[in-house]
């Protein structure tokens, strides 16, 4: 059964801690994305990557890091930089190979600081 | 700039009420529309794909249009399971990733 699984699906974290959010699919997808999304805002693009061993950085990176060693994984480190990374964080992969452009999303990660 | 406003941000229908969503977009060429439903604490699921001015989809009581501006979800004879988060997202072109709006909070009371 195809899929994207995130993990945990919430976590806390404390001042200054770094916590790292796991992003696991089993479609074959080339493409995934991070977003964060917080109530009254989209969807905000933190990083994405097209192939293995190399990512971008989105619109909001500042304070996070990936990275991209396996074709079927993308986590997600949230560091100590980030001063406010409270927020609900969604991993979705896309298969621009086929010429269809749309997402499949994970089922989130509530990230709250304690 | 925002390139995709969704309106309202909230709506509250009594079941059976149809109405629509609107979703207006700014971009210099349209690759994809995107129409997404999401529930609380949940992922988004997605919905349709459009990809052109004057383009229709239909699903159960969702029907989805498109114009060169905008774009609209029509909800006929709602139901309380209709209840949800619905998302808007637009791909560029040239780009590979999406761009989503706010969205539209729908709550269908019984």
């Known amino acids: 059964d195809g899929g994207i699984t995130q993990s945990p699906k919430y976590l806390f974290r404390k001042e200054g801690q770094n916590v790292t959010l796991s992003c696991e699919q089993n479609?074959?997808?080339?493409?995934m994305y991070w977003y964060r999304q917080d109530p009254g805002q989209g969807l905000r693009l933190i990083y994405y990557s097209q192939i293995v061993n190399d990512f971008q950085k989105g619109d909001i990176a500042e304070g996070y890091s990936v990275s991209r060693e396996k074709k079927e994984s993308f986590p997600l480190t949230v560091t100590s930089a980030q001063k406010n990374p409270t927020a609900f964080y969604l991993c979705?992969?896309?298969?621009?190979?086929?010429?269809?452009?749309?997402?499949?999303f994970g089922s989130g990660t509530r990230l709250t600081v304690v | 700039e925002d390139q995709v406003t969704q309106s309202p941000e909230a709506l509250r229908l009594q079941e059976g009420e149809s109405s629509s969503l609107n979703c207006s977009y700014t971009v210099s060429g349209l690759r994809g529309l995107f129409w997404y439903r999401q529930d609380p604490g949940k992922g988004p699921e997605f919905l349709f794909t459009l990809y052109s001015a004057g383009e229709e989809k239909e699903k159960e009581r969702l029907k989805a249009t498109l114009t060169k501006k905008e774009s609209f979800l029509h909800i006929t004879a709602p139901k309380p399971e209709d209840s949800a988060t619905y998302l808007c997202a637009v791909q560029e072109a040239g780009a590979n990733n999406l761009f989503f709006g706010t969205g539209t909070r729908l709550t269908v009371i019984p």
């Open positions: 979705a992969t896309q298969d621009p190979g086929t010429g269809y452009y749309g997402y499949t």
């Open positions: 479609l074959n997808h080339d493409a």
